[in-house]
């Protein structure tokens, strides 16, 4: 009699988001053959809102979709699908990278809308990894959303942002022009040329080239003249927690600012990454606090925004964009994902797209942004929404605002019935808050550490202590000067040697989240309480 694989499923629900809704269900292992070790993985995965068009910009969105697995109880690991014998569902396209650490699916056709792909099946080879036909498999199926940015030839810097604008010399604010993935060399000159104009905040957390330096950018750095998919929103606090209850108590502590460690008597509900007992800068990640949690427990984390010790309800934040993290702990999760940061002229790219820069713009293309103080119904809940939204003006979540702290992911797309970028805050390509709300860590080129990057992706497994571990990634080895070039000895990302940001935040004045503003692409925060996670993947 054949041993089946006893299946355990769990269904993971990432991304929740109102007004998308992306969904895996559905989740069985079937078809196992014994002889080759290989079984098939089956699920349905719907969103709405999904588009896809051969008009400007002549892209679409799809759904980043990675397994975990755990064997007989022991600790998670990433599943390799294979990259052959897959089946695909009507009116839609499946695309396996080469490393086949997840998979792209999305519409086949032009269109816009809801779309539910049901049959999904992948190939796992189960027994390359040694686990015996009769094993008891849990699996966990993760899936983000993402956005398609077109393959072409961009533009860098507006002219105006200074300081710390990229513009063709001294005296020229022409924008730089990305023609190629090629090696690039800056100039000193006054003009046509690539002139370096640095950010500017220099110091003990700044540190890089100066504006003027002559350096070479190396045509291993991405710089977002190849297609890639950029994860439409930023990360939630309920995908941050997904990810955390994947990890041993070792890898938790790490990725967390509190310490996990036991109470003298039952406490409830404390707040992980604010190391508080209340929710801080509308961070509502907690865990429970009790005598009985020792120093080998694997905690269970949950959000409780109204902090009442009752995980997960309605109104616990669990979509608002995750903030207080640093840039270690995005490193891990991307490494985690498999996937990667983006380079600020990825970012740029993402934002403007094929237009020429505008003064002054944001990531919806214009130099206006809303000043007004907005009011809210829903806080906290998956239809948190914004009553006052303005329609003649770009909206985000700046200073200006009056508003401090992260409001949910795609909430000015949920607040208005005029679904325009300007209204809406949505880049060319309709990747949202790329302007406001959290910082965006984008490796920097500005300094020796930022340029090593190569765009590697994650493979989905981390280093023991919890750290991601990819060559040539900002921080790798510890580096925390930036003037020391990453070598290829890997170790764990615990530094961060050129890492910055871009994009402005809550937290800042809406100047700072102009799409060319390089106030800090070289900067370290030691305070985290504004950057927030979004990564990105080379299109297969």
């Known amino acids: 009699m054949k041993n089946l694989i006893a299946i355990l499923v769990f269904v993971l629900l990432l991304n929740t988001i109102n007004g998308n809704n992306i969904l895996v269900s559905n989740v069985s292992l079937t078809e196992q053959d014994e002889q080759t070790q290989t079984c098939k993985i089956k699920f349905d995965v719907s969103w709405d809102n999904s588009w896809r068009t051969t008009s400007t910009p002549g892209n679409w969105d799809a759904a980043w979709i990675f397994i975990k697995a755990r064997i007989n109880g022991g600790a998670w690991q990433h599943v390799t699908i294979e990259n052959t014998g897959y089946t695909t569902p009507n009116d839609a396209i499946i695309t396996i990278p080469a490393d086949s650490k997840g998979l792209f699916i999305y519409r086949a056709s032009n269109g816009n809308g809801s779309v539910n792909y049901t049959d999904c099946k992948f190939i796992w080879n189960y027994g390359v990894v040694n686990i015996p036909n009769d094993a008891s498999i849990e699996l966990k199926v993760f899936a983000i959303e993402m956005v398609y940015i077109t393959q072409g030839a961009f533009k860098v810097g507006d002219g105006s942002s200074n300081p710390g604008v990229l513009k063709q010399g001294s005296a020229d604010n022409d924008p730089w022009e990305i023609n190629s993935e090629n090696s690039l060399t800056t100039t000193n000159t006054s003009d046509n040329g690539y002139y370096y104009n640095s950010d500017g905040l220099t110091g003990m957390y700044g540190v890089g080239n100066i504006s003027g330096d002559i350096f070479t950018i190396p045509a291993t750095f991405p710089k977002g003249y190849n297609a890639f998919y950029c994860m439409k929103y930023e990360l939630s606090q309920q995908q941050y ?35 508080d007992p209340l929710p801080q800068y509308r961070n509502s990640i907690a865990y429970y606090k009790n005598v009985d949690i020792g120093p080998n427990t694997i905690i269970n984390f949950y959000c409780d925004m109204n902090d009442n010790n009752i ?70 809940t998956d239809n948190e929404i914004i009553t006052n939204v303005s329609t003649d003006l770009g909206n985000m979540n700046a ?65 023991y202590l919890g750290y991601g571990n990819v060559d040539f ?68």
């Open 241 to 275: 927690v997904d990810f955390l209850n994947t990890l041993d108590r070792t890898q938790q502590q790490n990725m967390v600012n509190a310490q996990l460690s036991n109470s003298n008597t039952p406490y409830g509900s404390y707040f992980a990454l604010s190391d």
């Open 399 to 463: 200073s200006n605002n009056q508003y401090y702290g992260p409001l949910r992911c795609g909430i000015f797309a949920a607040s208005t019935a005029i679904p325009n970028r300007m209204v809406t805050g949505a880049s060319y390509f309709g990747v949202m808050e790329m302007s406001g709300n959290m910082l965006e860590q984008c490796v920097s080129v500005g300094n020796i550490a930022g340029r090593s990057y190569q765009g590697q992706h994650g493979d989905g497994v981390l280093h």
């Open 311 to 380: 995980p997960n309800e309605a109104s616990d934040g669990q979509n608002i964009a995750c903030n207080l993290i640093r840039w270690q702990h995005m490193a891990a999760y991307l490494d985690w994902s498999a996937l990667r940061p983006m380079t600020e002229l990825e970012y740029e790219k993402a934002c403007r797209g094929f237009n020429n820069p505008v003064n002054g713009e944001y990531a919806w293309g214009g130099s206006f942004a809303a000043t007004l103080t907005y009011l809210f119904n829903n806080m906290n």
């Open 473 to 540: 990634w900002p921080g790798i080895n510890g580096n925390t000067n930036n003037n020391i070039a990453n070598t290829a000895v890997v170790s764990d990302i615990s530094g961060w040697a050129g890492i910055g940001s871009k994009g402005g935040s809550y937290y800042n004045p809406s100047s700072s989240s102009i799409v060319s503003n390089r106030n800090f692409t070289n900067f370290h925060f030691a305070d985290n309480e504004n950057l927030g996670i979004r990564g990105i993947r080379t299109a297969p």
